[in-house]
């Protein structure tokens, strides 16, 4: 997914039922699946994102939400944080979530991309692309 999950979705059924294509909207579930995003500094369960659209949640929120929808991983992209410059991504929820950020050099912060790779085992692979260097010829 992109952003995250929401207070909207009960079963995933819920997010197959949105009409196609479609308007992402200020509000509701196809906003919070663009524009949510996981907290992990405090147990917030849910609550307004900083981003001023859309919700933050806390671990015990993924947890919940992987148990309820029998979901081992959640896979997301979409934010870029301090803790993710070296390695380009960052684990959420003790390994029900991981958000990867596949935009080397973001904004010049210098940032490693990652993409992921899932095996048959369920093993979980990172790439990492490092961000070329100024004036290096490809």
């Known amino acids: 997914m992109h952003g995250g ?20 909207p200020s509000y509701g579930l196809a906003c919070d699946l663009v ?19 859309s919700f933050s949640f806390d671990d015990v929120t993924i ?3 992987c148990q ?3 979901i081992d991983l959640i896979v997301r992209a979409h934010q870029i944080s301090s803790d993710m410059v070296k390695g380009g991504h ?24 990652c993409v992921i790779r899932i ?9 990492l692309l490092r961000p070329v260097k100024a004036g290096h010829k490809h």
């Open 90 to 113: 960052k684990w959420h929820a003790s390994g029900r979530m991981v958000t990867i950020f596949s935009a080397a050099n973001y904004l010049s912060m210098g940032n490693d991309s």
């Open 35 to 53: 524009w949510s995003d996981p907290e992990s500094t405090s147990n917030i369960g849910w609550s307004l994102s900083a981003r001023g659209i």
């Open 68 to 70: 309820n929808n029998d």
């Open 5 to 24: 999950i929401s207070p909207h979705i009960q079963t995933l059924d819920d997010i197959d039922n949105i009409q196609r294509p479609t308007f992402v």
């Open 119 to 127: 095996d048959e085992q369920r093993n979980v692979h990172f790439c």
């Open 63 to 65: 947890e919940k939400f």
